[in-house]
């Protein structure tokens, strides 16, 4: 019995006895994985320090691959494309640029959620996408309930007649959203 188990891990050659080759560590399977994702979704600090890694390396390799740079560019540009193809996000992004021009502290006649913007990310957790820990400068906070905010993508999954004020729906511009507060008298705060 004891001399199967010691062929299992040691090779018998002709000279010597060597460590087997062929044996399977822990960490290349499963566990590893494991432990490192619900490590990463379970510590905050681990978590950033894995996105900064990542960002890090993907800024490292863009400066020096030019080939990988050029990757990136096209598929910003294509995503920038279809976004702006797209009326619903193409709308809201408009909309969001308006509010961060000053808009946002104007007394809207908000329907289900006020934007809130600030000049250093804040960290909330996002009531969408349940991400804890989401650090943003732009986020949408329910009126019925303060605590729970919405991050921007999430908010840009809602419809449009739930996000923007009373009396916005049909514009789509940022002069048109312009031209609509000034005829409901709504001026903008400094």
């Given at each position: 019995?004891?001399?199967?188990?010691?062929?299992?891990?040691?090779?018998?050659?002709?000279?010597?006895?060597?460590?087997?080759?062929?044996?399977?560590?822990f960490?290349?399977?499963?566990?590893?994985l494991m432990?490192?994702?619900?490590?990463y979704?379970?510590?905050?600090?681990?978590r950033?320090?894995?996105?900064?890694?990542?960002?890090?390396?993907?800024?490292?390799?863009?400066r020096?691959?030019?080939?990988?740079?050029?990757?990136?560019?096209?598929?910003?540009a294509?995503?920038?494309?279809?976004?702006?193809?797209?009326?619903?996000?193409?709308?809201?992004?408009?909309?969001?640029?308006?509010?961060?021009?000053?808009w946002?502290?104007?007394?809207?006649?908000?329907?289900?959620?006020r934007?809130?913007?600030?000049?250093?990310?804040?960290?909330?957790?996002?009531?969408?996408?349940?991400?804890?820990?989401?650090?943003?400068?732009f986020?949408?906070?329910?009126?019925?309930?303060?605590?729970?905010?919405?991050?921007?993508?999430?908010a840009?999954?809602?419809?449009?007649?739930?996000?923007c004020?009373?009396g916005f729906?049909s514009?789509?511009?940022t002069?048109?959203?312009?031209?609509?507060?000034?005829?409901?008298?709504?001026?903008?705060?400094?």
């Amino acid at each position: 019995m004891f001399a199967i188990i010691l062929r299992s891990f040691l090779h018998l050659g002709p000279t010597r006895a060597q460590p087997a080759t062929n044996t399977r560590l822990f960490s290349n399977g499963k566990i590893a994985l494991m432990t490192h994702k619900s490590r990463y979704y379970s510590d905050p600090e681990y978590r950033r320090e894995q996105l900064d890694k990542r960002v890090e390396r993907r800024r490292l390799r863009t400066r020096l691959d030019p080939i990988y740079a050029a990757k990136c560019k096209a598929e910003c540009a294509a995503t920038y494309q279809r976004r702006r193809c797209c009326e619903r996000i193409y709308r809201q992004q408009q909309f969001n640029d308006w509010l961060r021009r000053g808009w946002h502290t104007a007394d809207l006649p908000w329907k289900t959620h006020r934007p809130n913007v600030s000049l250093e990310g804040v960290r909330h957790r996002c009531e969408g996408c349940r991400m804890p820990d989401h650090k943003a400068k732009f986020w949408w906070t329910s009126i019925t309930e303060p605590d729970s905010h919405l991050c921007g993508k999430c908010a840009l999954k809602l419809s449009w007649g739930e996000v923007c004020p009373e009396g916005f729906e049909s514009t789509a511009t940022t002069r048109e959203f312009t031209a609509r507060a000034k005829e409901l008298g709504i001026e903008r705060n400094s």
